[in-house]
Every structure is written in structure tokens, then in C-alpha cells.
């Protein structure tokens, strides 16, 4: 079936620092989302995109995050600067139309 | 903010016997109601999406769902060593169809 992919699938880097984590979404699609998992609990949603917008954010989705599909590339969470709280499986999600969504494996950050 | 609970914890069952997990909801808006499973260092796999009241097979995943009561349930019939993996229940407010997700139930199937 339609895969959506993450790269990378792990990051480590040092509070303070800028990490971008990317997601090569199913390429007829047009809704994107990312949700975040800290370890041991229940998958959250940050945020959702279309149209080249946010559409719906949630109270996670902080100041910090941005996100962006430049030239129809990569679907983009920047996270500047990062805090220890950000470290989590990021999960990246596509869909044509909104209902049925697509999950990438997830990027594991870990912010030191 | 949606709350979704799911229960139990964790469940052990015998491959070959029936597997049941639960999940409840604080509200029945949402139009969309789903059953994922997520293998260790895997992304979600989803097996059972529910849009209304009653039953829905997909293969040997059958939920079922009673917005009444708030609750949905997931049904694995003759269950795996394979089928071993953290199963999320999630549902989906209108609009642009963000999923909640509750934390789990994992499933460890014995041969």
C-alpha cells in the first residue's frame, strides 16, 4: 500500500539546537499531520497542513514548531530552539482527503 | 480536549483464542472511529477503520462500535505469535479529521 516515509529515523541532538525532521508524504496526497509520542505515552496530535497552511494546531504545537512543505518536497517540523520536554517519536501522517491517513514509521529525537 | 481510554493494559492470550480490547470515549461526535496496530520500531498499520453503529470485519478484526455508550471494541480472532504489538484505538473530530489516540493495549500472543 501508499507509504510515507521519515527521515531520519533517529536524531540526537543538544538542547538549544535547530532539528528539522522530514516526511516524504504518498505523493498524490494533500492533508499532512504530525503527531508526537513521549515514551510511555499516548500519541498526541501537534498539527495538521493544507493548502500550504496550518490548518489546526494543538496546545503541544508551541511557538518552536514550525512546519512547511516547500516546492511540494518534504512535509517539515523545524523544531528552534529545542528543550529537553521535545524529546519523543514524531510521527508523520498524509491523506488525500482527510479520512484515511497514513502513518511514516516516526523519527525518534532525543534532546540532550 | 478528547479522551480516549483504552483497556486493558496489557493482555496476554494463547494463539488460537479470541483477543478482545476496549476502548471508551468522552463524546460520540467524532465521524470516525479506528482500530491501529504498531510493531515495535514500526510505524501504525491500520485494521479496522468504524463509522457507525454495529460491526465491521476486516479480515480477522472485527470492531464494534456503540456510540451510546461511548464504546468501541476490537475482536482478533484466532490470534497470531505475529499478532503481538501495541494496539491503539483512536477516533477523529470533523473537519480536518486530527486523530486521538488512547495509549494502548499490548497484546503478547503465546504459541
Known amino acids: 500500500g501508499p507509504k510515507v516515509l521519515q527521515i531520519p529515523s533517529h536524531q540526537i541532538i543538544d538542547m538549544g539546537q535547530m532539528v528539522t525532521l522530514n516526511c516524504d508524504p504518498v505523493?498524490?496526497?494533500?492533508?499532512f499531520y504530525w503527531y508526537k509520542q513521549i515514551l510511555g505515552q499516548q500519541m498526541e496530535f501537534l498539527v495538521n497542513?493544507?493548502?500550504?497552511?496550518?490548518?489546526?494546531k494543538s496546545k503541544l504545537f508551541k511557538d518552536q514548531f514550525s512546519v512547511e512543505r516547500p516546492d511540494g518536497s518534504y512535509f517539515t517540523l523545524k523544531i528552534q530552539p529545542t528543550a529537553l520536554e521535545d524529546s519523543a517519536v514524531y510521527f508523520c501522517?498524509?491523506?488525500?482527503?482527510?479520512?484515511?491517513?497514513?502513518f511514516g514509521p516516526g523519527t525518534r529525537l532525543t534532546v540532550l | 480536549q478528547q479522551k480516549v481510554q483504552q483497556s486493558p493494559e496489557s493482555l496476554t492470550v494463547s494463539e488460537g483464542a479470541m483477543a478482545s480490547l476496549n476502548c471508551t470515549f468522552s463524546?460520540?461526535?467524532?465521524?470516525?472511529f479506528r482500530w491501529y496496530r504498531q510493531h515495535s520500531g514500526k510505524g501504525l498499520e491500520v485494521l479496522v477503520s468504524i463509522f457507525s453503529d454495529g460491526e465491521k470485519e476486516e479480515g480477522r478484526f472485527t470492531a464494534h462500535l456503540n456510540r451510546a455508550s461511548l464504546h468501541v471494541s476490537l475482536h482478533i480472532r484466532e490470534p497470531q505469535p505475529s499478532d503481538s504489538a501495541v494496539y491503539l484505538c483512536a477516533k477523529s473530530n470533523t473537519g480536518y479529521q486530527n486523530f486521538y489516540f488512547g495509549k494502548g493495549t499490548s497484546l503478547t500472543v503465546i504459541p
Open positions: 497542513f493544507y493548502n500550504g497552511k496550518v490548518m489546526e
Open positions: 463524546d460520540g461526535t467524532s465521524d470516525n
Open positions: 505523493s498524490n496526497h494533500l492533508y
Open positions: 501522517a498524509s491523506s488525500k482527503q482527510g479520512r484515511e491517513q497514513y
